[in-house]
């Protein structure tokens, strides 16, 4: 068993504890990689919140680092070698979705980096607010030259997660998208949408985020509390991508794609409610879609070296993640934290 140190969620409480984890020793397939820059993503918050008060919880998904160690059937990496790690650690690798390389719809659910199943020892995953991880080398992924480390991080899991739907939509020149909710998926997907060639509108409850909404490549912000301008852009939009973390009123949103078009949810994973006659007029279509396989994912960090385009992020010493996950809770990010693990080597100062 190796000893690393992490940040751990004890009774479902975000004041994070620093702590002793445990790895495994690395099996023949897998590398060690030591984590520099792991971005702080809504769902680590709702992971914590969903505890019920009991448990322990290492959040963590999204994360960049250097490789240390590699096992004796790990050909793709060796120590030195700065990697990139996202949500998912394993996959059947058999099924029909794995063997299409959409390992993230896995027949036998993917393993997920924090709060999984390990496929081997059953053992719970922890994530990436550690300074070494795991896993195999499969679910790893060169991070590209001249892409800033810990910008790049919440590409692994907010990049891919709006990339996907993205690509699939077909997104181009000529196209129309709204992206709902400007936080930390919704920048990226503003900056990704806007590299394709679409027009980009952001839907916002937040008006003051009009400046920067433009500053990411979208051509305006509707605020969602103005109602006329809402009732004005009825029908504007070929993909509307809904990236709003609490449960919200679809009905506004479906009321702005355009015949034909799509509203993907990709924020709010609960139940919905939809009122069948605002997909029937103008034969809408309502989806959803969770990150993505690893085909996609390293077609993404390629793109993303290409275009020059990582997170916009505000970076902190690992040890203020709870002063991260407060901010974050209450809506006060811009527009995505990353935490700074190389702090987690000095001897703890309690
Ligand atoms: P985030 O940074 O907190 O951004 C969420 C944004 O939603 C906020 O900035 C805000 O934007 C808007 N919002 C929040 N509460 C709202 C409310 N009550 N009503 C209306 N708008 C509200 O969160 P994130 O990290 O981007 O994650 C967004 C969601 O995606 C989370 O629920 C997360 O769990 C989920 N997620 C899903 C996947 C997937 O695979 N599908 C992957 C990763 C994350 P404005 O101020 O601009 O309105």
């Not at 495994?24 to 769902?43: K, M, N, Q, S, Y």
């Amino acid at each position: 068993m190796r000893i690393t140190t992490g940040w751990q969620s004890t009774d479902g409480t975000t004041a994070l504890r620093r702590v002793p984890i445990e790895r495994r020793e690395l099996r023949a397939d897998d590398i060690a990689v030591r984590v520099d820059f792991c971005g702080v993503c809504h769902t680590d918050l709702h992971s914590i919140n969903g505890m019920g008060g009991q448990g322990t919880l290492v959040p963590g998904h999204e994360f960049t680092g250097t490789v240390t160690a590699a096992g004796p059937e790990a050909h793709r990496f060796s120590p030195g070698d700065r990697v990139a790690v996202g949500t998912i650690v394993d996959s059947c690798g058999v099924c029909p979705m794995c063997r299409a390389g959409q390992e993230n719809y896995c027949d036998e659910f993917p393993t997920l980096t924090y709060g999984g199943t390990d496929r081997v020892d059953g053992t719970t995953t922890q994530g990436g607010y550690t300074r070494e991880y795991v896993l195999r080398e499969a679910f790893a992924y060169p991070l590209p030259e001249g892409l800033d480390p810990a910008a790049a991080a919440p590409l692994m899991c907010a990049g891919i997660t709006v990339w996907d739907p993205l690509r699939t939509a077909g997104v181009g020149p000529g196209s129309r998208v709204a992206v709902a909710g400007l936080g930390g998926l919704g920048h990226l997907a503003v900056k990704f949408a806007a590299a394709f060639g679409a027009e980009v509108t952001v839907l916002s409850r937040t008006p003051g985020k009009a400046a920067d909404a433009r500053a990411l490549g979208a051509a305006d912000l509707l605020p969602t509390t103005d109602d006329k301008r809402m009732q004005q852009a009825r029908g504007s939009f070929d993909l509307v991508l809904d990236t709003i973390s609490a449960p919200h009123d679809l009905a506004p949103l479906l009321h702005l794609v355009a015949p034909d078009g799509t509203l993907n949810l990709v924020g709010h994973l609960g139940e919905v409610s939809v009122d069948v006659m605002d997909l029937l007029i103008g034969r809408k279509k309502l989806t959803s879609s969770g990150i993505g396989g690893r085909p996609a994912t390293a077609e993404m960090l390629a793109f993303a070296a290409e275009h020059s385009l990582t997170a916009d992020i505000e970076l902190l010493p690992s040890a203020r993640v709870a002063e991260a996950l407060t901010r974050l809770d209450r809506g006060d990010v811009r527009y995505r934290f990353v935490l700074d693990l190389s702090d987690l080597d000095a001897s703890d100062p309690d």
